[in-house]
T-cell receptor, first 115, second 111 residues
């Protein structure tokens, strides 16, 4: 039973437009959410996070929105750039900051930025 | 600034062989983790450690063992390799209240 779901395996967006990646979760105990970016043959790298006490967090071109009542979060990338082409993982934890017992990951969304 | 270092990067094992995947971090993080990623899937937690001498099972621990004798090192042991253990393995570390930093991964094939 997947506790973190990314229902879009892939997403294609034109360069310069907005990319929106979605993530749903089922575990009400999750209180810290993260997005990781992964290039082929590399480990995931941290992108942005949000605590359940907030509904928005912004870092440059990246913004994460959290809707706790819907158990839904989204990552917005504006404007999208070719270097953003990667697999994006949504992850969640039951303790702030990643938790002692690790993160629960979604299956990932492969974002492709078209020139 | 090495971060999290994993060795080897690639390995092919025969069924029944054993091996140790090495992981070292130089950030003085207390928390360390081992994940595996199967094709088209997210990362699944195998084992984790909250400090030297303390380890605990994650979601998919069967067929693996770990030890944590120092803050820096967290090796993962496969005793009797099986084809189901063909995967990419990631080690990660985090400080209390911080996000996890990942190594580059070890691609393991069991034939």
């Amino acid at each position: 039973d997947q506790q973190v779901k990314q229902n879009s395996p892939s997403l294609s967006v034109q360069e310069g437009r907005i990319s929106i990646l979605n993530c749903d979760y089922t575990n009400s105990m999750f209180d810290y959410f993260l997005w990781y970016k992964k290039y082929p043959a590399e480990g995931p790298t941290f992108l942005i996070s949000i605590s359940s006490i907030k509904d928005k967090n912004e870092d440059g071109r990246f913004t994460v929105f959290l809707n706790k009542s819907a158990k839904h979060l989204s990552l917005h990338i504006v404007p999208s750039q070719p270097g953003d082409s990667a697999v994006y993982f949504c992850a969640a934890s039951a303790e702030s900051g990643g938790g002692a017992d690790g993160l629960t990951f979604g299956k990932g969304t492969h974002l492709i930025i078209q020139p | 600034n090495a971060g999290v270092t994993q060795t080897p990067k690639f390995r092919i094992l025969k069924i029944g062989q054993s091996m140790t995947l090495q992981c070292a971090q130089d950030m003085n993080h207390n928390y360390m983790y081992w994940y595996r990623q199967d094709p088209g899937m997210g990362l699944k937690l195998i084992y984790y450690s909250v400090g030297a001498g303390i380890t605990d099972k994650g979601e998919v621990p069967n067929g693996y063992n770990v030890s944590r004798s120092t803050t820096e090192d967290f090796p993962l042991r496969l005793e009797l390799a099986a084809p189901s253990q063909t995967s990419v393995y990631f080690c990660a570390s985090s400080a209390l209240g911080g996000q996890a930093f990942f190594g580059q991964g070890t691609r393991l094939t069991v034939v």
